[in-house]
């Protein structure tokens, strides 16, 4: 399976550069709701038990790992919001090949990733939630906690990998961002495909990073966007493996008079 990450143009390079996927606890998100399960019942009540598990939900928040993904390349809201307002890349990533879809390493695999959008938060109300996961025996809980999100999400189409990164750490810990996630060596040949927005800027460093995804990935297909002149969103077209095609795909011909 193929499942795409959006980013930046400088991440673009680091994860050429080193062969790695990040995985971020969910206390970073942006959305401070993700992975911070209710503890209240359909009364916005809490019982001891309910506090219990919200700081067991606390614990996971800073202990697992949860990478990103979504099923679409060419998400308007998705460049706008993710890849740096569509100066960054959208990169396509086998599974498989990624080791995304392991059971051993995963608590969540990416083919029983995909997210859940709801209007009312999950809730821990009338049980206790472990401090450790078991699986098959906590498949349920680990998808309330998380794969659910709110409706107002659901644009992303997203599909979540989930790993315990930090074992030790526990839910009173002052957490750094510069600690709030780990990255994880994948194969070059995981990498299928590779689109640059509509507006990747033509500079020596962003030319740099294509043409080491060039040198270390030959059979990525590399793709730039443009915005359709028709229709509210953009369109992938491949760039030939020539070895001139940085000049033309990064040089403006808009502005290019004929000769007199």
Known sequence: MILYKYMSHIALAAVFKNSTIRFTTPEFFNDPF?????GGSGANKEDDA???NILTAMHYRKSIGVLCLTRNPLNLLMWAHYADNHTGAVI????EITGLECDTGNLIPARSGSVVYTSIRPSSFGSELPYEFTRPKDNAIL???FLHKSVHWAYEEEVRVAREIYPQITENRVSHKDDSYKDFAIPQEA?????LGARFRTCPENEATIQLIRRTCKDA???KCHLSPTE???EGKPID???DFLGFFFTDHSSSQPSA
């Open 34 to 38: 993700d992975c911070a399960i209710s």
């Open 50 to 52: 309910g506090l219990s």
């Open 92 to 95: 396509g990533i086998d599974t």
């Open 143 to 145: 998808e309330k906690i």
């Open 191 to 195: 990498f299928k495909e590779v689109y």
């Open 221 to 223: 297909i590399i793709s």
């Open 232 to 234: 509210w969103k953009v």
């Open 241 to 243: 493996n020539s070895s």
